[in-house]
């Protein structure tokens, strides 16, 4: 979907949990925790950065339970926190345009959603070419990430009953 220049590409998953339970996977993501699914893809893609003068994804987190405005996450930045709600992270990596993923969770009744958002503003042909050629990539990984946060949450639920 495009928004002006804008490339945004979302998906939802229905938990059967709390907005706390269905949160904490989200909180927790980055650093040793990893991206709950192809933590090898993300390495690979911060030895690119870092092989195009970027920051890579050495810098992990500075808490590894909490978050706020304004701290690292590997080779993104928290730009917007709200706890239980939104996690948006904005990229600090080599692009040709400016990237965020956004995590946002919602009560529906007794069940949580959980909505994952990445938005790309691609700068002229090259960040068209750089999101369409990794589309299928980004789909398979995005896509397996909010099914493994899912799976977290239901996890999370049996410890905490």
Known sequence: MRFGNRIIDSR??????????????IRRIGGETGWYY????WQV??????????????RGRRDAEMLQVGDVLDFWRVEAFEQ?????????????????????????GTTSLIR???????IGVAGLMYWYVLYPVHKLIFGKMLHAIAAACRDEKGIAE
């Not at 192809?38 to 893809?41: A, K, R």
């Not at 992270?89 to 995590?103: D, N, S, V």
């Open 12 to 25: 939802e998953v229905s938990v059967n949990c709390s907005t706390e339970l269905a949160f904490r996977p």
């Open 38 to 41: 192809g933590d090898w893809l």
């Open 84 to 108: 239980n709600k939104r996690l948006l992270l904005a990229a600090e990596m080599k692009l040709p345009g400016r990237a965020w993923l956004e995590f946002a969770v919602e009560e529906k």
């Open 45 to 58: 893609r911060g030895f690119f950065d870092l092989l195009f003068g970027g920051v890579g994804v050495r």
């Open 116 to 122: 994952q958002t990445a938005i790309f503003d691609p």
